[in-house]
């Protein structure tokens, strides 16, 4: 049997694990999440520019190519343009990527979906040669114009 000290001492710490956030935690939970979504939206549009550059450079062309984020406040992603007309869009959906693409020589906008940062690193190749085959196809045709160079030429 147990006394009455015990028993409320038992109910307040069953009480405590249970209770609701404060505003402040929640306040600091919302920004370590925010956080982290900007991390891994960093880590994979910087690794599909990186890439992207790589392929690039093996053309020997300069072919335009440019990454953007999302705008704050809206749904977390990138572009990354390969040429003037070709690009990848890959948006952030929970644990995993929605990601389309757009080059010359594909019809529509091709919707591709992966559950994890990890599947959507492995299929960087896959959705980038493409785009870079399409812009160094456009730049040798005419359609587009080259990059500048380093010297803004």
Avoid: C
């Avoid at 891994?40 to 953007?68: C, N, S, W």
């Amino acid at each position: 049997m147990s006394t009455p000290e015990e028993r409320l001492k038992k109910q307040a710490a069953e009480l405590m694990k249970h209770r609701p956030e404060t505003p402040t935690q929640s306040d600091a939970r919302e920004q370590q999440e925010i956080g982290q979504t900007a991390q891994r939206l960093r880590t994979v549009g910087q690794a599909y520019l990186v890439r992207v550059m790589d392929m690039i450079a093996a053309t020997k062309m300069r072919i335009y190519h440019e990454l953007h984020y999302a705008i704050p406040g809206t749904r977390p992603g990138f572009t990354l343009h390969v040429g003037h007309f070709a690009l990848v869009q890959a948006a952030m959906q929970g644990e995993g990527w929605d990601v389309r693409t757009r080059s010359r020589t594909t019809e529509g906008l091709p919707n591709y979906s992966y559950p994890s940062d990890e599947a959507v690193m492995q299929a960087k190749d896959t959705l980038l040669e493409p785009l870079v085959a399409s812009a160094m196809q456009a730049l040798a045709s005419g359609l587009e114009q080259p990059a500048p160079d380093a010297y803004g030429r």
